[in-house]
């Protein structure tokens, strides 16, 4: 691991789709102080393009080619591909079902952790995904491992997905859940695994301040024995 990056500070958050990792890692940056950084929407963002260009999601070589070209930026919450907003459209359902090819594709995942590690040599960081205690941040100065049920999380999406007009079923979503997670959990490349030393945090039936107080008791001693504050 780079020098540089070892010398910022660097929070993972990890665990399956819908157990609030972008929101809690979001507030829990704001709270820090930190940046904050979304890899899902760097999967998302690759998948999308490759949709959108008709290419064939199974070809690796097609992906890595994709992955190449683009140059996404994230500012204040919003995903910008050159000067176009797509925050919204990564989060479309047909997004999210396509997005393991990238995700399971290791030269796109190789990219994505150089970008991902990059972001962090200059930033102290709250970073959530799949793989990040695990694969891309193994010295992190503390790495949670975020779960909810399969029920609320599969719920959670579907109040967001139809309170932005898409028209779904509850249990497409549960049963799209379930298999995303089985494939995150067995694909060969970074599956998703906590790490060793995790936090297991259960955000069933909790609030968001919550989940962050639980957290930032746990970061703020941490903290102090760094800098002596």
Known sequence: MDTAMTQ????TIDGPAGAGKSTVARQLAHRLGWSFLDTGAMYRVV??????????????????????????????????????DVSAEIREPRVTRA????????????RLVHWQRAAAEFHDLVTEGRDQGTIVFPDALV???LEASDEERAMRRFRELIAKGHDIE??????????????????????MLP???????????????????EMTRVIHPLLTSITGE
Do not use: C, M, W
């Open 8 to 11: 910022r500070k660097v929070v």
């Open 47 to 84: 998948t999308l393009v490759a949709l959108e260009a008709e290419a064939d999601l199974e070809n690796d070589h097609v992906l890595v080619e994709i992955t190449d070209t683009i140059q996404p930026r994230f500012v204040d919450g919003h995903v910008f591909v050159g000067d176009r």
């Open 99 to 110: 997005a393991r090819y990238a995700a399971g594709n290791p030269g796109v995942r190789e």
């Open 143 to 145: 790495k949670f491992f």
């Open 170 to 191: 509850y249990e497409e979503i549960l049963a799209d859940q379930r298999r995303r997670d089985q494939e995150d959990r067995t694909r060969a490349i970074a599956p």
């Open 195 to 213: 790490a060793e030393d995790a936090r297991f945090i259960d955000s069933t039936g909790k609030s968001l301040e919550e989940v962050l107080d």
